[in-house]
């Protein structure tokens, strides 16, 4: 049998967040009580050592809050490892990725009214075209929306929408990150309980096609902040958005480099099982796609 890694995001309420798809944390629950049962649940660093079942990682990206208040305490409860991979733009920069504006704004407002709040300002034809590319959203609005703060507009435009949405809502930029994401003393806490931690990226961009640049301003920064936080080496990666579109490219150009600054595992958004301790790179199962009982 082979090993599996399963993809956490948000682990919260979906009523309480309806900016994505969360887990909730109940069925989070039952989703490791299951995996401890057909599976051992290891640190990935202890992915080599011999084991009577076949492995299982519980492997979360973005670091948001949820994961702190409701995986982490469920984890600690089921004593099981999780691995959490981190980014330091929003702590250290202060600066929140765009996809997390997204999620945050569809969150708390109607996606109809933000349609007709912007729908002056732009081709509504044009984009209720090309919004097609969001076909598994139900809401035609959800659609619309999603489309121009991704493609349509530009990131300072985007941006500058988008943050005065969350700041009508936290107050403040600051108030929102440290409300959304996992702080450094609680990153410190997790890492002390057990918890495997890895780097995820400093601004969340996908793979531009040059791998040394993109080691230096997506991976080192973020590596170099957290390895001096914990004051331990940092050998594991998760990159944002699996890659993106250039993710094939991605895993062949980066992987000497990683290799060459002590990376030992890559987690990519390739959904599959995998063979643990073999290869660098390793498939995983979104949790909103897991089979299990
Ligand atoms: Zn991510």
Known sequence: MKDLVIMYHYVMEPDQWKGSVPISPNEFKKQVEWAKKYYEIIKPEDMNKPTTKPKCIISFDDATKDQYKNAFRILKELEVPGYFTLMSGPLVERQVPIFHLVHTTLSYFNDKEIWEEVSLKV???????????????????????????????????????????????????????????????????????????????????????????????????????????????????TPSFGGGEKATRMQEELLHILRENGFISGFTTQKGLTTLGKNFWHNRIDCNQLNYE
């Open 123 to 237: 081709d509504k034809d044009e984009i209720k075209n090309k919004s097609e590319i969001y076909s598994y959203e139900e809401n035609e609005y959800r659609r619309f929306v999603k489309y121009l703060f991704n493609f349509y507009w530009s990131e300072d435009e985007s941006r500058a929408f988008l943050e005065e949405k969350v700041i009508s809502i936290y107050g403040s930029l600051d108030t929102f990150i440290d409300e959304f994401y996992i702080s450094e003393k609680e990153i410190i806490e997790m890492d002390k309980a057990g918890m495997s931690i890895g780097i995820h990226c400093v601004k969340h961009i996908p793979y531009d096609g040059n791998a040394q640049d993109f080691y230096n301003k997506e991976i080192k920064p973020c590596k170099n902040h957290f390895e001096k936080l914990l004051n331990k080496e940092i050998k594991l990666y």
